[in-house]
């Protein structure tokens, strides 16, 4: 809404502009009139719209026509004053102010007009049945208002009705003409319907529309105030209450009710909830709220968002297959302006997924996209920012030697035609005659799934970079890991990946990984200096990591898991028991030991932890024998477990 509304009142001299700005402010009609009242500015905290309003007066006598032209194109509303017993000034209203009003505003957005027919304490008849033809032929004209300044009749009414005009316009929501409601904001509204029909059954049930209500204006419908708004549709349409819920035309004939009996304030109080601004288009400030973003830190959906994602899920797989039909995809985005989800992303997630993978690369549009399934509504948060967590510095995760991220990017680099695209198919689980299925402009570029590192569900972005070797830019070696792709039956496959390595990650912290693809089938000799091994051995890699997508089922994903270990602890790739490299299998067993450890450690500090509470109430010496006995056997155990998997390769 609106920080400001500005009001200029124009019209024919001596019809009563500047008596009904002093009556207002004073409350009492002035005994001296001045030729031009100056702007006054009403504070928001005595306005009903809280809105401070400012006032300005036009005189003939006191201006130059390029100053009324300057007011005009600052003025949000405009009332044009006429005097009831004065028909001259009535037929200036179409003869001269408004053809004056429209050639000095664009015709896109024209300011709205209000008719105000002053001293109606002079006469006993009314000026409406003139006015109502004006009202008819002009839609800039929202209303009309006849008053007294002299009686202080309707003073108050017609700055209101001037500040509800700018502030709740009719013209984008209603066609006098045929009384129905504007394409746009059937739009708009059908958008709201969709996103308040929390079981997607196309019915606004009891428990739905009191959250609407609720969320809209802060306070949920009686019972009975329920039914006779449902007995108004009723009424009024055959098919807008179902199953004694209300359907989407009962949903709109409401909104349209509302406005045809001058209450579109209600309307645009739901449209500006849901995002909407005065000109039916979800604002910026929705649908992109401020991120703070410290460099060196990433973005992930939390909690609250995952539980979002699989609501919308739930409620349009109608057929339970725990699948999205295209049919049901195509529900779904309804609530969107565009549809987001061409065929690549088939290709590249599922559906939770989908979003996850923006969240990553650009978060911006993740914003946007819970911004049009209506999230910050849905859980009554301030915006979708909410849904979004933004990750500690990775340098403190280094540091810590640990992490509390769940999702991480792996950047896949290698030659054209050495498999980067077959293993990013076969990470979604498809196997080469799955992969020759998909067309080539439907591939993608991403592909992002979940793996488990020690029991824990992670995710792995794993993003295939262009080999333009000379043009790698910043995003293209920004991530957690890399993994270096080759084709072991191509001899001139792996000297990319040697020199890619050389120039950009020989002094990085990233981990990288070697992976021999096309391992079934047979493996050349390179014509890089070093073999593959020899390279890895000579810049302490783990040795090249065989993978192929050629199989019956589907692709094996033990590598992906080792992929996702290397990026949650970057630390363990630099240190390795094994004397000749290290190796994934080292890795491994490393972290496996190391959680072990911690495992055991936390279990001991709680049984001594136990113990020291226990002996502020028992003094049993007996008791504290057995569970001194226990802790040391406890100790022994674990200390045996761990030196054992030690000694284990």
Not at 396 to 418: A, E, H, P
Request: aromatic share 10%.
């Amino acid at each position: 809404m609106r920080k400001d509304v500005r009001i200029l009142l124009v019209g024919e001299p001596k019809v009563g502009k500047t008596s009904l700005i002093m009556s207002l402010v004073s409350e009492e009609f002035p005994d001296e009139v001045p030729l031009r009242a100056e702007e006054i500015t009403i504070p928001a905290d005595v306005t009903p719209e809280r809105v401070p309003t400012h006032i300005v007066d036009y005189s003939e006598a006191e201006q130059s026509d390029e100053q009324l032209y300057q007011e005009i194109s600052k003025a949000n509303v405009i009332c044009i004053v006429y005097s009831v017993n004065n028909k001259k000034s009535i037929e200036k209203v179409t003869s001269h102010w408004i053809p004056l009003i429209n050639d000095r505003t664009d015709k896109d957005s024209r300011v709205p007009l209000i008719l105000v027919g002053n001293k109606s304490d002079l006469v006993e008849h009314s000026s409406m049945e003139t006015i109502l033809p004006i009202m008819n032929q002009y839609q800039d004209i929202e209303t009309c208002v006849e008053c007294s300044a002299k009686n202080l009749k309707n003073i108050s009414e017609l700055f209101y009705y001037a500040q509800k005009a700018v502030l709740h316009p009719t013209g984008p929501l209603y066609c006098p003409e045929e009384k129905e409601l504007k394409p746009s904001c059937i739009k708009s509204l059908t958008r709201i319907f969709k996103v308040s029909d929390l079981d997607n059954d196309g019915i606004l049930n009891d428990n739905e529309l009191n959250f609407f209500q609720r969320t809209c204006f802060n306070t949920p419908l009686a019972p009975q105030a329920l039914e006779d708004v449902k007995n108004v549709v009723r009424r009024n349409m055959t098919d807008g209450v179902k199953d004694n819920g209300l359907s989407l035309k009962g949903f709109l004939f409401l909104h349209t009710l509302f406005i045809q009996r001058g209450r579109h304030e209600t309307t645009w109080t739901v449209l500006r909830r849901f995002g909407y601004d005065d000109d039916l288009e979800l604002t910026q400030e929705y649908l992109f709220p401020m991120i703070k973003m410290p460099p060196d830190c990433t973005t992930e959906l939390n909690h609250n968002a995952y539980l979002f994602l699989q609501s919308v899920f739930d409620k349009h797989d109608k057929d339970r297959d725990c699948a999205l039909s295209p049919e049901e995809v195509k529900d779904l985005f309804k609530v969107f302006p565009y549809m987001p989800w061409g065929p690549d992303v088939n290709h590249t997630v599922v559906w939770h997924t989908f979003i996850n993978k923006h969240t990553q690369t650009h978060v911006q549009r993740s914003l946007e996209y819970f911004g049009y399934l209506g999230y910050s509504i849905i859980y009554e948060q301030e915006s979708q920012a909410a849904a979004i967590t933004v990750t500690r510095n990775k340098r403190i995760d280094l540091q810590k030697k640990q992490t509390q991220r769940s999702v991480f990017r792996c950047n896949v680099l290698g030659d054209r035609g050495s498999g980067k695209s077959g293993f990013l198919q076969a990470f979604l689980g498809k196997n080469l005659q799955g992969q020759r299925r998909i067309r080539e402009d439907h591939k993608s570029f991403y592909a992002i799934s979940t793996t488990y590192v020690y029991g824990q569900e992670k995710y792995l972005l794993l993003h295939e970079v262009m080999p333009d070797f000379d043009f790698l830019s910043e995003a293209d070696l920004a991530c957690d890991v890399v993994c270096l792709v080759y084709d072991i039956n191509n001899p001139s496959s792996f000297e990319y990946c040697a020199k890619v390595y050389k120039q950009y990650f020989i002094d990085s912290k990233t981990p990288c990984v070697v992976v021999a693809a096309k391992s079934d089938l047979h493996e050349v000799r390179q014509h890089y200096s070093l073999s593959p091994h020899e390279f890895c051995r000579k810049h302490k890699l783990h040795p090249p990591q065989p993978f192929t997508c050629s199989v019956t089922d589907a692709p094996n994903k033990d590598i992906y898991t080792r992929i996702t270990t290397m990026a949650m602890y970057p630390h363990a790739h630099l240190r390795c028991m094994c004397a000749s490299n290290r190796c994934t299998y080292c890795l491994c067993q490393n972290l496996l030991k190391l959680e072990l450890l911690r495992s055991f450690k936390a279990q001991l500090r709680r049984v001594m932890f136990n113990r020291h509470m226990a002996q502020a109430d028992l003094k049993n010496s007996t008791f504290w024998l057995r569970a001194s006995v226990g802790a040391t056997v406890f100790a022994v155990l674990g200390f045996a477990m761990y030196r054992a998997l030690i000694k284990q390769r």
